[in-house]
């Protein structure tokens, strides 16, 4: 496992030894010890997630403002434009985001800690994605911030929305707020 720095320090990409033979592949998708040593986080995984969308589908940009989850993401098959937004009031880099295409191809996994919102654009058919959180689910805690809000201005690679004007969003998505507006961790 070798780790990626972004433009935010906090946010990592994780990329896994992947060891191929003649039947296919093996790696470790995950290894507490390793992820511990490899990134200086000391932290439990409560919950694992898994979903599936079409392509054009976007899914975020959610967090939870009290109970918040630190999430270890990755594609099991399909691929993603995968999005975290520092929403750390004091953070030097707060209202920034980084992103990065997570495949099954790439195997990379980002980490994205708590105190950012999260997001991808599924870029292929049948996407199946995977992840750890660091906390359970608290619906009554969960925001949502646009996917285009200009004041993050996220560069979503939306060529692959050409047959889609925006793209498919959850009823709730469709009600996210701007920054200026939603909550933030203070
Ligand atoms: C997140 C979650 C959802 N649910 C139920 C609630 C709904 O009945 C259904 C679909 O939930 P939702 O539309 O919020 O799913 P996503 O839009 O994929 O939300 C996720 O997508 C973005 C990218 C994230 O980073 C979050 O982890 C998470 O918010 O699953 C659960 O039962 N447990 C859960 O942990």
């Known amino acids: ?44 995984f409560v919950q694992d997630n898994h979903s599936k969308s079409a392509a054009n589908v976007l899914r975020g940009l959610h967090y939870q403002i ?15 434009f995968d999005v975290a937004v520092d929403l750390r009031k ?16 790439n195997k990379r996994q980002m980490w994205v ?3 950012f919102a999260h997001g991808f654009l599924v870029l292929k058919d049948n996407t199946e994605f995977l992840y750890k959180t660091t906390d359970y689910y608290a619906p009554q ?3 949502c911030i646009r996917w285009d809000d200009a004041d993050i201005g996220i560069e979503w690679p ?7 004007a925006i793209p498919v969003l959850s009823a709730k998505d469709q009600l996210g707020l701007r920054l200026v507006d ?4 203070v």
């Open 158 to 164: 939306t060529a692959s929305l050409a047959a889609h």
């Open 182 to 185: 939603a909550d933030v961790f």
């Open 113 to 115: 800690p708590e105190g």
């Open 66 to 80: 009290s109970q918040p989850q630190g999430k270890l993401v990755r594609v099991v098959a399909g691929e993603v």
């Open 141 to 143: 805690h969960e925001r």
């Open 1 to 44: 496992m070798q780790v990626i720095k972004t433009t935010i320090p906090d946010v990592l990409i994780l990329e896994p030894q992947v060891y191929g033979d003649e039947r296919g592949f093996f790696f470790e998708s995950f290894n507490q010890q390793k992820f511990e040593q490899l990134t200086g986080v000391k932290t439990q």
């Open 90 to 105: 004091h953070s030097q880099t707060f209202g920034q985001w980084v992103g990065a295409i997570l495949s099954s191809d």
